[in-house]
């Protein structure tokens, strides 16, 4: 059973940083996307950043946050992250990690149940 499984979230105050990271298991994680998503409340579930599979080792990210986010993925150890530098009070939500072997972007096959990171100003 696929399952992922996020964490590192929390309170930070603006312009400081937190690494969220993503484990995954129940499927061939190099063999899939991986890519976090966030929601904030009452807002629709938006792109974040996303990494390719192996064989398309690629990054991208989304406006809000290119230059201050980077994602990468540890094969070894199925894992996911998410380094944010600079963080906004905007980019308080919750953040989910995804999984999908064919769509870098989303939406994906599977998905975690989320970690809040909340920014104060």
């Known amino acids: 059973q696929a399952q992922l499984v996020e964490s590192g979230g929390g309170l930070v105050q603006a312009g400081g940083s937190l690494r969220l990271s993503c484990a995954a298991s129940?499927?061939?994680?190099?063999?899939?996307?991986v890519g976090w998503y966030r929601q904030a409340p009452g807002k629709e579930r938006e792109f974040v950043a996303a990494?390719?599979?192996?064989?398309?080792?690629?990054?991208s990210y989304s406006d809000d946050v290119k230059g201050r986010f980077t994602i990468s993925r540890d094969n070894a150890k199925n894992m996911v992250s998410l380094q944010m530098n600079s963080l906004k009070p905007e980019d308080t939500a919750t953040y989910y990690c995804?999984?999908?072997?064919?769509?870098?972007?989303?939406?994906?096959?599977?998905w975690g149940q989320g970690t809040q990171v909340t920014v104060s100003s």
């Open positions: 995804g999984a999908d072997p064919e769509r870098l972007w989303g939406p994906y096959e599977f």
């Open positions: 129940g499927f061939t994680f190099t063999m899939h996307h």
């Open positions: 990494i390719g599979r192996s064989g398309h080792i690629h990054t």
